[in-house]
């Protein structure tokens, strides 16, 4: 049986990736901030799935993570860095802070690379490990936009991590991507998104 993690595996995207994931056969942690095991979402989930508290926000919930994780598994095959915020209602590039951008930033960005580094030692376990960050279309430097700062600025940088780690654990046969689910209906995308959460997350899984 293969080992995946899911950051943000709640709602959205990454609890229909979880639910995916689980179908084909794969144990799923499910990452997420909340504290508790939430019976019916478990419930909702056809196969083996495990809550595992991480909040990506607070650097030192990786290593706590990790240490859970380690408690029941000895290898990780796949890490999904899924979860991020989209924040930047009112704002532009004119007038947002620092201490804003910082903020966004440890949500979208530097929490999946501490994630990643907490949980190298079980990918490298791994004959087949593989992390996929979620990334958007904002990512690339032509769809920038100065109404949407944090986030815009976020995932080019998530992308750059993406290539670093791609290149850094290849000789560890660990396959890194960045991936861009499209438009999505859910909480971040908002209704008027042009594709169903399940569309959003065949390209992950």
């Given at each position: 049986m293969k080992t995946a993690l899911i950051t943000g595996a709640n709602r959205g995207i990454g609890r229909q990736t979880a639910m995916k994931l689980a179908e084909l056969g794969h144990r799923v942690y499910l990452g997420t901030r909340q504290p508790r095991v939430n019976g019916k979402q478990l419930e909702?989930?056809?196969?083996?799935?495990?809550?595992?508290?991480?909040?990506?926000?607070?650097?030192?919930?990786?290593?706590?993570?990790?240490?859970?994780?380690?408690?029941?598994?000895?290898?990780?095959?796949?890490?999904?860095?899924?979860?991020?915020?989209?924040?930047?209602?009112?704002?532009?590039?004119?007038?947002?802070?620092?201490?804003?951008l910082m903020e966004k930033f440890q949500i979208n960005t530097f929490g999946a690379l501490e994630v990643s580094q907490a949980l190298l030692p079980y990918l490298r376990e791994s004959t087949e490990g593989r992390i996929i960050n979620v990334s958007s279309g904002y990512g690339g430097l032509d769809g920038l936009s100065p109404s949407v700062p944090s986030y815009c600025l976020s995932k080019p940088t998530l992308n750059g991590i993406t290539i670093m780690l791609a290149d850094e654990l290849r000789r560890d046969r660990i396959c890194v991507n960045s991936i861009y689910p499209g438009w999505v209906r859910s909480d971040m995308g908002s209704e008027e998104a042009t594709k169903r959460v399940e569309e959003g997350a065949a390209g992950i899984v």
């Open positions: 909702e989930i056809d196969g083996d799935a495990v809550w595992l508290t991480l909040d990506v926000s607070d650097s030192s919930s990786s290593g706590k993570a990790a240490k859970s994780f380690g408690k029941s598994a000895t290898s990780l095959d796949v890490l999904i860095n899924n979860a991020g915020i989209y924040p930047d209602a009112g704002i532009s590039i004119c007038d947002i802070t620092c201490k804003q």
